[in-house]
């Protein structure tokens, strides 16, 4: 009767040896895949570092850089009157394009801070009626 009792606890051995091989076994898979994926991204840091960065560096020199030195001296300009850069209209008046005054034929927008005053006389006309005047 005792006999059992003895193989019951050699079995009971015998598992726990097992068990306990079969998770080392796993730590030693487990730190070798961890100790791979270590060099595998010791690699990759060091290609990044190598390639990578110095093509972004390159490209950030020849494309970006000149954009950003572009908008900083538009920016730095005092000279450039900002309002000039966008189209808008004039109206005729008296006193400048007044042979225009009710043609069909004006144009009457600034761009880049020259009037264009109509296609036939981009300057406008210098004496009282123009040549060209149509009523709308």
């Known amino acids: 009767m005792e006999n059992w009792q003895k193989d019951f606890m050699e079995v009971l051995e015998v598992a726990a040896n097992e068990v306990e091989q079969f998770f ?3 730590t030693q898979v ?15 840091n060091e290609q990044v570092q190598n390639t990578i960065i110095p093509e972004l560096d390159q490209f950030f ?43 069909q034929n004006y144009h009457g927008q600034v761009y880049g801070g020259n009037l264009m005053v109509c296609g036939m006389h981009p300057y406008g006309w210098d004496g009282d009626s123009c040549p060209d005047w149509q009523s709308y």
């Open 30 to 44: 487990a730190d070798e895949l961890i100790d791979s994926f270590l060099v595998f991204s010791e690699e990759v």
């Open 61 to 103: 020199n020849e494309l970006v850089e000149p954009v950003v030195e572009v908008f900083f001296e538009f920016e730095r300009s005092e000279d450039i009157n900002h309002a000039d850069l966008f189209v808008h209209y004039v109206e005729p008046t008296e006193e400048k394009n007044s042979a225009c005054r009710g043609c």
């Open 24 to 26: 080392t076994e796993i």
